[in-house]
């Protein structure tokens, strides 16, 4: 039983980092209706932002975050820019267009850092475990979860009580109103790309822990991603949450039933069959338009 | 104030305007009419830059409208109101009337209190959504969302439309009150000639993406009603 809970536990973790990912991947596909192939390479880069920032200055995971977030948002800004931004009439050509930047992206990191797997040490403050019973949690993974929720709580009161958010929102639902009162809707796509961007850079610094940092890690990751983002419902934040809830919980129980591969099958399976009997995911869009 | 010559709009590469001309002077009514088609929609999308391009000259009080984006005519203080309201469904009544401000230069984002002496209705619906008012509230709303941005002409697009005969008499009533009391430039487009007539300064009459006919309110006679507005 205790085995059991260790892997609950080590899902629930897992799903931690996900929600981050997903959440910047839902943004940016919810407001834009862009699907973003490159966001994994935006996690990719905010671990190697981690393990420069530590290995070359010596800041921690933790002291870099905000470093983190601000250097791959920017990246994502240069992205919506320079390509994405001439695409958003031809939503198709996104998904070939943002393919290309995520391969260009993994082959740079390549051709600079090389393709060794680097590794970063988590925060020792962080060190140690708490232990219930048989289940053994360590403090970092307990961080995750509160840290992704917070994001979670933060990203929530950006969209629904600043200015930026309740103007994201408006151009989500109408952006030839939006523009005549006066919202620019070009600076809201790429604040909000951005934003998306930087919280898949802070995913990928708080994964580095866990897994090793190499040029293609952001590859499975945006995939699980992608599932949550379709699991939960397009333009829901709590769908979101309770995706990557569940696909993080899925993915750990099923592989810990069966073995990895089987496991993920397992996933895919369910996946296909909930979207069978709700195509608009879990918490679908209610109001008319 | 508003000023359009030998004006062209275009779909793609169709002209849906062609050789428009008009001038609304500051303070009046001017209702613009026509048959289903003729472009009177296309006009008021044409003013706020929502068309694929134009030809010929647009401008508003002396600042060149041609090149300007969306946005920024909404910042001179052009308040549109369009065909079918266009409300944010999933905003409360308070969020859309305070997306009205964001035309605002001054910054202010306080809702104007005499928006809900208008209409009281939408006082009481303040927390409720969009989306779940009726037609009538509905254009109502869209009416305050554009004066909380303190606008200096409204494009009305058929603000009566499909709505209950009371709150039609209401809106009306509203209209004539912005322009007599506050001095807001009204461009209406209607089907109802009585109202366009009773109303209006000056009227226009679109055919075919021209401008057929144009004169003062009284000049609109049921002769011209008889040729251009009736089926």
Redesign the interface.
Same mark, same amino acid.
């Given at each position: 039983m205790d085995v059991f809970f260790n892997q609950a536990f080590a899902g629930l973790s897992m799903a931690s980092i996900l929600l981050m990912v997903a959440l910047g991947l839902a943004i940016i596909y919810g407001a834009m209706g862009v699907i973003n192939l490159a966001h994994g390479e935006f996690v990719m880069l905010g671990a190697y932002s981690a393990w420069l920032l530590q290995s070359y200055l010596g800041l921690g995971i933790l002291a870099s975050l905000p470093l983190i977030f601000l250097m791959v948002g920017l990246i994502g800004l240069a992205v919506e820019r320079g390509v994405v931004r001439w695409l958003y009439h031809r939503p198709l050509d996104t998904i070939l267009a943002t393919w290309g930047i995520g391969i260009v992206l993994q082959q740079l990191v390549r051709m600079g850092v090389g393709s060794d797997s680097r590794y970063v040490a988590r925060p020792t403050i962080l060190d140690g475990n708490v232990a219930i019973g048989g289940v053994v949690m360590s403090n970092y993974r307990i961080f995750l979860v509160f840290f992704s929720l917070s994001v979670l709580a933060a990203t929530w009161y950006l969209l629904t009580r600043t %200015?930026f958010g309740?103007?994201l929102?408006?151009v989500i639902?109408?952006k %030839?109103?939006? %523009?005549?009162?006066?919202?620019?809707?070009d600076r809201i796509y790429a604040l909000a790309f951005a934003y998306g961007a930087g919280l898949a850079g802070i995913a990928g610094a708080l994964v580095t822990p866990l897994v090793s940092v190499t040029p293609g890690m952001g590859t499975y990751l945006v995939v699980d991603a992608f599932l949550v983002v379709i699991v939960g419902g397009v333009g829901s934040l709590l769908g979101t949450a309770v995706a990557s809830g569940l696909v993080g919980e899925a993915t750990a129980l099923f592989s810990f039933l069966m073995n990895d591969t089987l496991g993920r099958v397992a996933v895919l399976l369910a996946i296909i069959m909930l979207i069978r009997f709700k195509p608009q995911g879990l918490f679908p869009?209610k109001?008319?338009? | 104030m508003l000023e359009a010559s030998a004006l062209f709009s275009y779909y793609g590469k169709s002209p849906i305007l062609q050789d428009v001309s008009f001038r609304v002077e500051q303070g009046s009514i001017v209702s613009i009419l026509g048959r289903n088609g003729v472009g009177k929609t296309t006009l008021l999308r044409t003013i706020?830059g929502?068309t694929d391009g134009i030809a010929g000259n647009l401008s508003f009080g002396g600042k060149d409208l041609g090149r300007m984006?969306?946005?920024?005519?909404?910042?001179l203080g052009i308040g549109?109101i369009?065909q079918g309201r266009?409300i944010?469904?999933?905003?409360t009544v308070r969020?859309n009337i305070?997306?009205?401000t964001?035309?605002?230069t001054d910054g202010k984002?306080t809702l104007p209190d005499y928006i809900f002496e208008l209409f009281p209705i939408l006082k009481e619906f303040i927390g409720r959504?969009g989306?779940d008012l009726s037609g009538g509230q509905q254009q109502q709303l869209a009416i305050a969302?554009a004066l909380a941005?303190d606008p200096k002409v409204l494009l009305l697009d058929e603000p009566t439309e499909g709505i209950q005969p009371n709150i039609v008499r209401q809106i009306e009533d509203v209209i004539l009150r912005l322009n007599r009391e506050m001095g807001i430039t009204i461009v209406l487009v209607e089907q109802n000639v009585p109202f366009a007539r009773r109303a209006s300064d000056q009227f226009i009459v679109l055919d075919k993406g021209r401008v057929a006919v144009a004169g003062t309110g009284e000049e609109l006679t049921d002769e011209i009603a008889d040729e251009f507005l009736t089926f």
């Open positions: %200015e309740t103007k929102r408006a639902q109408n %030839e109103i939006s %523009e005549c009162y006066g919202i620019r809707t869009d109001v008319r338009r | 706020m929502l984006r969306t946005c920024d005519r909404g910042r549109y369009p266009e944010i469904p999933r905003f969020e305070l997306m009205g964001y035309a605002r984002r959504r989306g969302r941005m």
